[in-house]
């Protein structure tokens, strides 16, 4: 769905990433590696929001260096959903859980007892424990219809027991995830962990 070809990142002198080649297969891939050894920006350059310095990156067999800002842009709402660090940054604060759905283009609420949150439809965004909120963005992404979900560092602002829920769902997506994680056991639940060394 998503390859990087020798995918390279320089920001003036600092090389952010270094000939990266990957495929984003069904299941959940994640990307390891210390402070500063280019995981988000490897993350910007697969969900289509920065361009590579070298390289290419396939969306569907699609090269993407052809592709106008435009058509990227419209590529990336089709096709990825990208889920942020922060729980409140993913959905609609002043609606209710089921209207965040809905807004996401869910026709139902039936998602919700797959992310163990039967029952909250009606519910305000602010009565979720970040946890919660964090596995609605996660259901909000199914929603949108995304064929793949990128999602940067999802548990570091929470506590280990939101982070449990987390987890949970992110091993059960029905779609591909690449997710940028520290966290040890997100790397134990990856069928595929691709280590980042530090520059
Ligand atoms: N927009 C930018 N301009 C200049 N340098 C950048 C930019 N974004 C990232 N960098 C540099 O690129 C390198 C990789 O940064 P990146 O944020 O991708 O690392 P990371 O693995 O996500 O780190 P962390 O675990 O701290 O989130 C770092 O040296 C960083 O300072
Ligand atoms: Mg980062």
Not at 25 to 50: C, D, I
Not at 70 to 91: G, H, M, T, W, Y
Request: one cysteine or more; a negative charge.
């Amino acid at each position: 769905m998503i390859r990087a070809c020798g995918v390279g990142v320089n920001y003036g002198p600092v090389q952010a990433v270094t000939d990266m080649s990957l495929t984003i297969a069904p299941g959940l891939t994640v990307l390891s590696g210390p402070s500063g050894s280019g995981k988000s920006t490897l993350l910007r350059v697969l969900s289509l929001v920065e361009r590579p310095s070298q390289g290419e990156v396939f969306v569907r067999d699609v090269a993407t260096s052809a592709l106008s800002w435009a058509e990227l842009r419209s590529l990336r709402r089709k096709e990825i959903a990208v889920v942020f660090q922060n729980p409140a940054d993913n959905l609609i604060s002043h609606l209710t859980v089921g209207e965040n759905l809905r807004a996401a283009g869910a026709q139902d609420f039936a998602l919700l007892d797959q992310l163990g949150l039967s029952g909250s439809a009606t519910w305000r965004i602010g009565a979720l424990s970040g946890g919660q909120q964090q596995r609605l963005a996660f259901g909000c992404a199914l929603a949108r219809g995304a064929s793949v979900v990128v999602a940067d560092e999802p548990t570091s602002q929470l506590d280990v027991r939101s982070a449990d829920l987390v987890l949970e769902t992110l091993a059960s997506l029905p779609v591909p995830a690449v997710v940028a994680s520290h966290d040890p056991r997100l790397v134990s639940l990856a069928d595929l962990c691709i280590p980042l060394a530090a520059s």
